[in-house]
């Protein structure tokens, strides 16, 4: 089955303790983007990879890191987690760049204290 | 830059009633245009396309055509069931910076009571 796998599904954690939430996709897709959800703000891009070892800033990376190693995994870092990233992080990937449908992960909601 | 305009929700409808969620984009160039849903606990899965003027996307019973000359795309259904609850997210698809970039909108809610 074609999916995108987020883990961990829910995370609360403490300010400055550093967290990774892992993404993986078995669809052998190009492009990978990580965002996040805020009421009022929709979704707002993170950063996105087109392909392995090639990753760029989207609308909002400050306080984020991004590695594509491999074609099918892009793990989201927060080195020093701060409460105003508390929010809902969606995974996606498409067969490359502007392509649709991106296909999305179920989500993370990363609480930090 | 790129943006997208959706009516605020949440939108609350009794079942079997008609469904309209207004939709308007700013774009250079001529952007293909979606729509995305969220159910709950889920992550979002495209809906509908359309990646010209003129052009009605449609999936499920829903419905939205591009209209360039209003840049909107508003999505319709003619009859709602309570599995349509979710949030609903119009995108489009533009050359922003030089690169194909999605923008999405701020998403509706529909509540549909029975």
């Known amino acids: 089955e074609a999916q995108v796998t987020q883990n961990p599904r829910y995370l609360i954690t403490v300010t400055g303790k550093k967290l990774t939430v892992t993404c993986s996709q078995n669809?052998?897709?190009?492009?990978m983007s990580w965002y996040r959800q805020d009421p009022g703000l929709g979704l707002r891009q993170i950063y996105y990879?087109?392909?392995?070892?090639?990753?760029d800033k989207g609308d909002v990376p400050e306080g984020y890191k991004v590695s594509r190693k491999e074609k099918r995994n892009f793990p989201l870092i927060l080195e020093s987690p701060s409460p105003n990233q508390t929010s809902l992080y969606f995974c996606a990937s498409s067969l490359r760049q502007g392509a649709q449908p991106q296909h999305f992960g179920d989500g993370t909601r990363l609480s930090i204290l | 830059g790129d943006s997208v305009t959706q009516m605020e929700g949440p939108v609350t409808l009794s079942e079997e009633a008609f469904l309209t969620i207004n939709c308007t984009y700013t774009a250079t160039g001529y952007p293909s245009l979606f729509w995305y849903v969220q159910y709950p606990g889920e992550g979002l899965q495209l809906l509908l396309k359309a990646t010209k003027a003129d052009d009605k996307g449609s999936n499920k019973g829903f419905e939205a055509t591009y209209r360039k000359e209003t840049t909107s795309f508003h999505l319709e259904k003619g009859s709602v069931q309570v599995s349509d609850s979710a949030v609903y997210f119009c995108a489009l698809i533009g050359w922003g910076g030089g690169y194909q970039k999605v923008t999405f909108g701020t998403g509706t809610k529909l509540q549909v009571i029975p």
């Open positions: 990879s087109m392909n392995v070892e090639v990753t």
């Open positions: 669809m052998n897709h190009e492009y």
